[in-house]
């Protein structure tokens, strides 16, 4: 499949889930570059921003399983993974599968649960498998983590682990639309006491798993120069040395944003990475793998200005 035809997939996509979410042009496009790099996003944002439904939306354009798990403070590692049950009609234990067995997988409200519940994930983001009573479950190919949190509730949340963190590709924070984006909001769900149905809103499937692993296939198979894998580790190397960080990304992380900008290229429609898809998804990729000094944190100091800095710093080849 050649960066136009995947172009082409990537336009109808935008427009479909046009239909329900207006604005968030930069969380839709950060999505469709997770999906295509094998990667997992956790969207941030305040109540009402539309998380969940940007989500679900996104789901129902793909001709993939879609699941959900609300987390909770009760939520135990079972109910995510699933159990074996023993049938005494069979004298045997027979696995219930939990609802992590999906191919696109909502992780809604994450950092409600306690940490030993987000750690069931650890294994399923990274190797698309989970090991229940020593036995080894493949998730599938297709399997993908949107997860969401809430970033002004601290009681009752518990922050995720650095190791989960740093398996997701990105961090979008969703910040509230413009005035025009709100009005829009309004005229088309102003008159719904609840959030739409997805089915409602006349949202169908354009692209399938098939059809998606020839595109993935395609974006691995492109070329990156060696000034610009260069620019990716000194960017990743920065993070490390900042005098504002205490650590910093890690190797996975570059990894993952090659990935990425292969993908952002072939948004694009070329066959080919320039330095703007990297800085494209340096904010989003780097910021919430960044543990900061105490001193960062007592002085304001954000991740993403450390980002910020670097991207300026760091001069991009030419």
């Known amino acids: 499949m050649n960066p136009s035809d995947i172009k082409a997939v990537a336009t109808d996509l935008r427009q479909n889930i046009g239909k329900v979410i207006v604005g968030q042009d930069e969380a839709v496009d950060l999505l469709l570059i997770c999906l295509l790099s094998e990667g997992h996003i956790l969207f941030e944002g305040v ?3 539309a998380k969940t439904l940007l989500a679900q939306t996104f789901a129902a354009s793909l001709d993939l399983r879609f699941g959900r798990i609300q987390f909770t403070p009760d ?3 079972g109910d995510v993974l699933g159990t074996n049950i023993y049938r005494f ?5 027979v696995l219930t599968k939990g609802p992590v067995f999906t191919d696109l997988l909502l992780a809604d409200e994450v950092n409600r649960t306690p940490p030993k519940t987000q750690a069931a994930l650890l294994q399923a983001m990274h190797e698309r498998e989970v090991t229940i009573d020593g036995s080894n479950y493949s998730l599938g190919a297709g399997f ?3 997860a969401t949190q809430n970033p002004i509730e601290q009681q009752g949340t518990y922050p995720l682990p650095e190791a989960q963190l740093d398996r997701f590709l990105f961090q979008h924070i969703l ?4 005035r025009d984006e709100e009005r829009r909001i309004l ?3 102003g008159h719904r006491a609840t959030m739409p149905t997805v089915s409602a809103m006349g949202i169908s499937a354009v692209l399938n798993l098939e059809k998606l692993q020839a595109m993935r296939t395609a974006i691995a198979d492109m070329p990156v120069a060696d000034e610009l894998l260069d620019y990716i580790v000194d960017l990743v ?3 490390r040395d900042h005098p504002s960080v205490r650590v910093g990304a890690s190797p996975r992380c570059g990894a993952m944003m090659a990935r990425a900008a292969r993908a952002s290229a072939a948004l694009d429609g070329r066959n080919y990475v320039i330095p703007d898809d990297i800085k494209r998804i340096a904010l989003p990729a780097l910021r919430h793998r960044l543990v900061l000094s105490p001193s960062a944190e007592i002085e304001g100091i954000k991740a993403g200005d450390v980002v910020q800095q670097l991207l300026q710093q760091i001069e991009a080849p030419r």
């Open 89 to 93: 009609e069979t004298s045997e234990f």
């Open 187 to 189: 005229g088309l769900h």
């Open 237 to 239: 190397r920065g993070t």
């Open 175 to 178: 910040d509230y639309p413009d």
């Open 47 to 49: 109540p009402g921003v």
């Open 144 to 146: 993908m983590v949107i």
């Open 75 to 77: 939520l135990m590692p």
